[in-house]
């Protein structure tokens, strides 16, 4: 079931999660540097001062690069917008940064499934408030877990989604209609692999991602720069049973996105 405080967040609140992390890991990293620094320079004088010199040279350029990457994350978050050149760094952050936020995070009392929200609110903020160009219909991928489909349901969607009879016993129907309405690619994913392999056979110019924060997050993360618009998965029935989705949060991201003639 989806954490019912998480919902009770209200968006700032989200966005101030992820960015107190951000401070908090990028204190932590520096704090190993200076440390580590400090400890290499006390060897390293043994041997010859020159080598002590290269050492601190080398930890003030990593401090420079990792202050800039930091700062332009939190910029971009704060303002809610694409800065000139951040979007690489952007990318190299989330990267770097997001795995260390989901180990510091639980330690704080922050959980996992807070840090994924957080993350995934902010990176739907970015998108929506970013530089961004209409996408083509046929270069826009609806991605769906195949826990939306009804467990007791034996119609192969995973192989096509055209398999689906719609019956309309759970939202696949309805996202069929939304995905043939707006003449867009509609698939269904088991994990990972098959998402990761549907990405590569659509070439896609963004998704729109329906699956839990877990999901959401690791997608978001292994398809950047691909931008992807993630929306939760709502699990009434516990994790990967039966879940749902609302159907208009999803017909209201296409409309923002799409290139509508
Ligand atoms: S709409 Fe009906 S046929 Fe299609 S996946 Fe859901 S339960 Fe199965």
New binding site residues.
């Given amino acids: 079931m989806q954490d019912p405080e998480i919902e009770k967040l209200p968006k700032t609140s989200k966005k101030r999660i992820f960015i107190g992390l951000l401070g908090l890991t990028f204190a932590l990293i520096m704090l190993l540097i200076l440390i580590g620094g400090w400890i290499a320079t006390i060897g390293l004088n043994h041997i010859h001062p020159m080598v002590t010199l290269a050492a601190q040279i080398t930890a003030g350029i990593a401090f420079v690069l990792l202050s800039g990457i930091i700062a332009a994350l939190i910029l971009t978050v704060l303002l809610e917008k694409e800065l000139p050149f951040t979007h690489k760094i952007r990318g190299l952050g989330i990267k770097l940064f997001l795995p260390l936020m989901e180990i510091l995070g639980p330690r704080l009392g922050i959980s996992k499934e807070q840090v994924r929200n957080s993350f995934i609110e902010t990176n739907n903020r970015m998108l929506l408030t970013g530089n961004r160009h209409k996408i083509a219909p046929e270069r826009m991928l609806l991605l769906l877990p195949h826990c939306?489909?009804?467990a007791d349901?034996?119609?192969r969607?995973t192989t096509s989604i055209d398999n689906?009879?719609?019956?309309?016993?759970?939202?696949?129907?309805a996202l069929?209609k939304l995905a043939r309405h707006y003449n867009i690619h509609i698939a269904v994913a088991t994990g990972g692999t098959l998402a990761r392999k549907i990405v590569r056979d659509h070439k896609p110019k963004m998704i729109v991602a329906v699956a839990c924060e877990r999901d959401l997050t690791s997608g978001i993360h292994d398809t950047f720069p691909l931008p992807v618009y993630g929306i939760l998965n709502q699990r009434p029935e516990g994790p990967c049973w039966n879940t749902l989705v609302e159907t208009i949060e999803v017909e209201n991201a296409l409309k923002t996105f799409l290139k509508i003639q």
Avoid: F, V
């Fill in positions: 939306l489909q009804r349901c034996q119609r969607i689906c009879q719609q019956c309309g016993r759970c939202n696949i129907d069929i």
